[in-house]
């Protein structure tokens, strides 16, 4: 416990000259507890089964602390919830011993020395690229985080017994009063760069406990109280976007697009989107991550609003390892979406081709196999409804696919168009009979000699597809198309999984696109190496993950809104 590691008479003004092996208490430790906490804790309280959020109460869909947070930061995230209310969601000492080894480097006892004052918030921003605005030496980061407090006396006490105990252990502080707050830090311009990392200051300002890795993002989140045409709240981007936060959001982060490109040496590619803000609801059966993209130009959906299911699911089997449905891929690449697309994959790739090659390697395989461009050769024509699935394949890591278009007075031309590209690419285009129905096929023909007198001739199946009712279907081989048209397994209409996700999302809106995480494994991994990773660091949560179903359904001009629903076992 901090308070019982301090001599009950210590003066912090005159605690600089005293010294003590005791470990320092380092502003990493406490963001990356925050950060895990928020991340980790509400990801994770619904791994366990009879676990309901009916009993979090959110007081507040929008941070406190945005009043200390200037226009221009890059980001700023924020739990709106008392950490203790999510532990009555988590079996008895899970949450405990999480806050225990968060905390453990720091010195800080929860229980004794945050739990009394600590109340329903805690927010961490990102204020300024450099601190001093002197890119010549070196960018410096400002981070500010802010614990709301409903106990300004012990809050107080609390900073105070902090910094004593760094003065112990050989840090000289520095006191002053700034328009009428007390500000503390342990910062020093002629210390190495490694020793200046790990600074802290710190005031209490009104009903906030606020620290900062130096003391002049302390002084400009003063200033921007009280001058509050500086902060986030006067912002009318900011503004806007938190119209969009759900009343019942019990986390929230907003994002300054391009200032987040600059702070992590990114240049922010087609810059059609200026800002984002993202919130997360929790939910009887996972977490809904929603999230708000903002923009001055003109942006329009791909399709009309949809407010049932795609009928075209009907024929993707129930296995399916991912599927996308909606409606109009004609307008798909003039889209909001594929705006954002742009976008976000410039930007972190360089290219949005490169992106594309790297995220759906089975879709670039078809279109090598087949000699396709998928935009120009098939999207095109998809007017109606459509769903395209992968299927895992048992004996390759390459999966199988199916392709459900909904029959319009554009689909015969279109198939016309195929038939013509296969051909042309060397491919056989047929007739066959499967079960009795007509069966159109892309076949490839390979004769091999095996001595003088025999040839052998070896026909590959790249492509089939044929009618039901009014879709025609498409599928990899004859195999996949038999399972179809026998109905050998429910349909993902009738996948639980898939309709809790369909729940949840709201209505009406742009279609779906869904992941079933335990048969997706082989297939992510095998195209995605350094998801092995990240599902180690995040294994509770991966290990318990069932499926992901994500959605657009934006409904106002200038607006991209979408979610993606974490569905836990």
């Known amino acids: ?28 430790f406490l963001v990356a507890g925050v950060i895990t906490l928020l991340l980790i804790g509400l990801a994770g309280v619904y791994w366990f089964s009879g676990k309901s959020p009916t009993s979090l109460m959110v007081r507040n869909s ?45 010195n800080i006892d929860y229980q004794d020395d945050l739990k009394p004052w600590l109340s329903n918030e805690i927010t961490l921003a990102v204020t300024t690229r450099d601190i001093d605005r002197d890119p010549e030496n070196g960018l410096q980061t400002g981070y500010l985080m802010a614990l709301a407090t409903n106990n300004s006396q012990e809050s107080r006490e609390f900073m105070e017994l902090l910094f004593s105990q760094r003065a112990l252990s050989g840090t000289s502080l520095s006191i002053e009063r700034y328009k009428g707050v007390k500000v503390i830090d342990d910062y020093q311009e002629d210390l190495p760069a490694e020793k200046i990392q790990n600074s802290l200051a710190g005031a209490v ?43 019942s959001s019990v986390a929230v982060a907003f994002l300054n697009l391009p200032e987040v490109g600059k702070w992590q040496g990114l240049e922010l590619a087609e810059s059609t989107y200026h800002s984002q803000i993202l919130s997360l609801v929790l939910d009887p059966q996972g977490l809904l991550a929603e999230s708000t993209f903002l923009t001055t130009a003109d942006v329009v959906p791909p399709s009309l609003p949809l407010s049932k299911p795609v009928g075209a699911l009907q024929y993707i089997p129930e296995s399916t390892a991912l599927a996308i449905a909606g409606t109009n891929l004609s307008n798909l690449g003039n889209s909001d979406l594929a705006k954002l697309w742009k976008q976000g994959t410039a930007t972190i790739y360089g290219a949005s081709e490169d992106a594309v090659s ?52 554009q689909l015969a031309a279109g198939i016309a168009s195929l038939d013509q590209i296969a051909s042309t690419n060397g491919f056989n285009v047929s007739s066959l009979n499967l079960d009795g129905i007509q069966v159109s096929a892309w076949t490839e023909l ?16 790249r492509g089939v597809h044929t009618t039901l009712d009014n879709y025609e279907v498409f599928t990899a081989n004859l195999k996949t198309l038999t399972a179809v048209l026998n109905q050998k397994e429910k349909s993902l209409l009738e996948n639980p999984q898939f309709h809790t996700g369909m729940a949840v999302i709201p209505q009406p809106n742009q279609g779906y696109i869904y992941l079933d995480w335990e048969k997706s494994q082989d297939i992510l991994k095998s195209q995605l190496p350094w998801l092995k990773f990240v599902e180690i660091f995040g294994k509770p949560v991966f290990d318990n993950l069932r499926s992901l179903t994500i959605s657009s359904y934006s409904s106002e001009p200038g607006t991209l809104k979408g979610g993606v629903f974490w569905q836990f076992n």
């Open 358 to 409: 790297r995220l759906i390697q089975p879709v670039v395989k078809i279109q090598e196999n087949l000699g396709l461009n998928l935009s120009q050769d098939i999207f095109s024509w998809v007017l109606g409804e459509y769903a395209i699935a992968l299927l895992p394949n048992s004996e390759t890591v390459i999966p199988d696919w199916v392709f459900v278009v909904e029959k319009t007075p």
């Open 446 to 461: 390979t004769a091999t000699a095996e001595n003088d007198t025999s040839i052998n001739v070896e026909t590959k199946v």
């Open 205 to 247: 300002v009104n009903n906030f406990v606020l620290f900062a890795n130096h003391p002049k993002v302390i002084k400009e989140a003063i200033n921007n109280l009280q001058a509050p045409d500086l902060n986030l709240l006067s912002s009318l981007e900011y503004q806007k976007a938190t119209q969009q936060i759900p009343k």
């Open 1 to 28: 416990m901090l308070a019982e590691k301090m001599e009950n008479n210590i003066n912090i003004n005159n605690v600089n000259s005293q010294h003590s092996e005791e470990k320092r208490i380092r502003v990493g």
């Open 62 to 106: 929008q941070p406190g602390a945005a009043i200390f947070v200037s226009k221009s930061s890059p980001a700023m995230v924020s739990l709106l919830v008392n950490p203790d209310a999510l532990q009555s969601l988590v079996p008895k000492g899970e949450f405990s011993q999480l806050k225990t080894s968060l905390l453990a480097k720091s």
